[in-house]
């Protein structure tokens, strides 16, 4: 999984999809786009971390499994689910005039998403329901069944922060997207602004806009300090890195207290 | 730097301070405890304050 690129890689993929825009003559939603890079973990990342519900300890028996495979909730990371989200919303709210804008951009997001975490060892199933097997690139151990801590801080030592901090550079080398005149042209447009319009004014949606953004580099930074400054996980940006995270399968209880990091200091 | 060029730069740099304070706290709070980080709520409600509430508050309160 990445932790910042899905909250940031929007701005950059909405700035290049220009050409779509023109040749389909829609303007893709912005927030179609970002939703559509969280959506595949919106609902199974707490499951896959686990929660405590007073007495109860809920948690995937197989987290890693559960969270990309089938059975499971994997499909969710399949290019499938993209065009069927998609679908069912321009079929849904086809009469409206923003349908066909957040059908294609929940689509792209998505779509952005899955192939993004076909960089860590666990892969997605890119081509279910054709078949279940993952595609992976093994940039980076995929750490979700060690609990959110622990796998923050596998993720922040090997090659996962540099994924997110490309991402990150790519923003600003389209700085022109986080401007306020980029943002009337071609993101206020979007029907979801147009509705905040009505209670909120200029300045508050263009920070709204840009929330993902500031939301994504100060986690970026702050889980970097976190994990090398305030704690001691060794950086191993090699390919397949890092090297000291737990092999899979065994599953580190982070439910009873102590540091969160699970580290054993 | 020609005039218009400086104040479009402290323009810009005006508009940047609320995101930087902004920041500053978020990234603060979050590396002294990692749960603010953890869900994009809290950094909704605090860039929101700090970009357009407190601003709107202080013109407000010095007119």
């Known amino acids: ?265 | 730097m020609t005039p218009s060029r400086r104040a479009a730069a402290i323009a810009n740099l005006k508009a940047f301070l609320p995101y930087f304070i902004a920041g500053i706290i978020f990234i603060t709070v979050s590396v002294i405890d990692p749960r603010f980080m953890l869900n994009w709520s809290p950094g909704l409600v605090l860039l929101l304050a700090c970009v357009w509430v407190v601003p709107a508050l202080w013109r407000r309160w010095r007119r």
């Open chain 1, 1 to 265: 999984m990445s932790w910042v690129t899905h909250d940031v890689e929007p701005y950059v993929i909405k700035r290049h999809v220009a050409k779509l825009e023109a040749k389909i003559g829609v303007q893709i939603s912005f927030m179609a786009i970002l939703i559509g890079s969280w959506a595949p973990d919106m609902m199974s990342k707490w499951f896959v971390y686990g929660i405590t519900v007073g007495p109860w300890a809920i948690k995937a028996d197989d987290p890693r499994e559960f969270h990309r495979s089938w059975p499971g909730v994997g499909f969710t990371h399949s290019l499938f689910y993209g065009v069927l989200i998609g679908l069912v919303v321009w079929l849904l709210f086809r009469r409206g005039t923003a349908a066909k804008a957040w059908g294609i951009g929940l689509m792209i997001g998505i779509w952005a998403h899955v192939l993004s975490d076909t960089l860590d060892s666990n892969g997605v199933m890119l081509f279910f329901p054709i078949t279940t097997a993952h595609v992976h690139f093994d940039a980076w151990q995929y750490a979700g069944e060690t609990g959110r801590f622990r796998d923050a801080a596998a993720y922040f030592s090997g090659l996962g922060f540099v994924w997110d901090g490309f991402w990150i550079g790519m923003v600003l080398l389209n700085y022109r997207t986080l401007g306020a005149v980029y943002f009337r042209a071609n993101i206020m447009t979007d029907s979801f602004f147009g509705f905040l319009g009505r209670w909120i004014p200029e300045s508050g949606l263009l920070a709204i806009y840009r929330l993902a953004f500031f939301y994504g580099v100060c986690r970026w930074i702050s889980w970097l300090i976190w994990a090398h400054v305030t704690h001691t996980n060794a950086f191993d940006p090699s390919w397949g890195g890092p090297d000291w995270i737990r092999p899979v399968g065994v599953v580190l209880s982070l439910m009873g207290g102590g540091c969160p990091c699970g580290s054993p200091h």
